[in-house]
Nanobody
Framework: QVQLVESGGGLVQAGGSLRLSCAAS????????MGWFRQAPGKEREFVAY????????NYVGSVKGRFTISRDHDKNTVTLQMNSLKPEDTAVYYC???????????????WGQGTQVTVSS
């Protein structure tokens, strides 16, 4: 199995930036579709972004398009979510996930990190 550990969360003012990293161990992430999800207090977990095994297919939830960028580095066995122009509504726990299907549906992701808190102040 693959283990995932997120890092890079924190407190930032609206309009600022954060870079989240997902470090994988146990197996290479080249075998998996990689995704980011988030969960705000009182809300269900929602899809944020995914990137296919080759990197040729990328998708974002509409609310983050143009602001967030997902990327993968197979040499480092990591996935990154660069978040710019952050808004208070981006406040959530962000989770990295690995799956076998290129999809926004969380049920198709088999492995999950522990999450990292992102708080955007206004």
């Amino acid at each position: 199995q693959v283990q995932l550990v997120e890092s890079g969360g924190g407190l930032v003012q609206a309009g600022g930036s954060l870079r989240l990293s997902c470090a994988a161990s146990g197996r290479t992430i080249s075998n998996y579709v990689m995704g980011w999800f988030r969960q705000a207090p009182g809300k269900e977990r929602e899809f944020v972004a995914y990137i296919s095994r080759s990197g040729g297919s990328i998708n974002y939830v509409g609310s983050v398009k143009g602001r967030f960028t997902i990327s993968r580095d197979h040499d480092k066995n990591t996935v990154t979510l660069q978040m710019n122009s952050l808004k208070p509504e981006d406040t959530a726990v962000y989770y990295c996930a690995a799956g076998r299907v290129t999809t926004i549906q969380m049920r198709h992701y088999d492995y999950w990190g522990q999450g990292t808190q992102v708080t955007v102040s206004s």
